[in-house]
């Protein structure tokens, strides 16, 4: 069992900057690809990001490259999600969540573990 408490999220400005991170607890950390998520009233839950168990390899929806950033700290068991840029289409709650494989997956059954999330609102 891995849990996951996100944190870091709030209302900020359209082009403003957020810095989310999630820290799990329970199990060896660098056993997990680690994912961001978000979900909007209303959608369904739509993939962010995700990174690879050692952090070498990242991976991005179209809708956030280049203007967030996946990282991880294998020592603090900790994920982070660095967004710059930030716009009104992007407020949403978001989810940090956790898939015990090798490989990087891009969709919401992918993954075993899930954080309570935490809410980003963005003000035009």
């Known amino acids: 069992q891995v849990q996951l408490v996100e944190s870091g999220g709030g209302l900020v400005q359209a082009g403003g900057s957020l810095r989310l991170s999630c820290v799990a607890s329970?199990?060896?950390?660098?056993?997990?690809?680690m994912g961001w998520f978000r979900q909007a009233p209303g959608k369904e839950r739509e993939f962010l990001a995700a990174?690879?168990?050692?952090?070498?390899?990242?991976y991005y929806a179209e809708s956030v490259k280049g203007r967030f950033t996946i990282s991880r700290d294998n020592v603090k068991n900790t994920v982070t999600l660095q967004m710059n840029s930030l716009k009104p289409e992007d407020a949403a709650v978001y989810y940090c969540?956790?898939?015990?494989?090798?490989?990087?997956?891009?969709?919401?059954?992918?993954?075993?573990?899930w954080g309570q999330g935490t809410q980003v609102t963005v003000s035009s």
């Open positions: 329970g199990r060896t950390f660098s056993w997990y690809v």
């Open positions: 990174i690879s168990r050692s952090g070498s390899n990242s």
């Open positions: 969540a956790a898939r015990h494989s090798m490989v990087v997956g891009r969709n919401a059954y992918e993954y075993d573990y």
